[in-house]
């Protein structure tokens, strides 16, 4: 995470992509609806995460229907996890992308 800047507060992935989180301003009809964010990482990175994720006690699903809470999926013969971030967007993890890695 990085520094707040005004009511954002930045998450910088390793592509260099930032997520700007923040909370919803007042008078928003309906607030922000939930979105989906599925994260391609690293072995590494998904050990840190999940680490994080165990520390701080969150529920997370092997699946998107959350029926398998406290599991961790092997789909395409990697790791992913799902999880809500604060403001309930659904949030995945996973070290192989969908399908599998291309043939080379």
Not at 44 to 54: G, P
């Amino acid at each position: 995470m990085g520094d707040e800047w005004g009511p954002f507060i930045p998450l910088t992935v390793g592509n260099g992509v930032t997520f700007d989180f923040a909370n919803v301003p007042p008078g928003i009809p309906g607030g922000i609806q939930p979105q989906h964010y599925a994260l391609l990482v690293s072995e590494e990175e998904f050990d840190s995460a999940f680490a994080l994720i165990t520390a701080r006690e969150l529920t997370f699903w092997a699946d998107p229907r959350m029926a398998h809470e406290g599991e961790i999926n092997h789909n395409d013969g990697g790791r992913g996890i799902y999880f809500l971030d604060p403001a309930g967007h659904y949030m995945e993890l996973i070290t192989v992308p969908y399908g599998g890695w291309p043939e080379r």
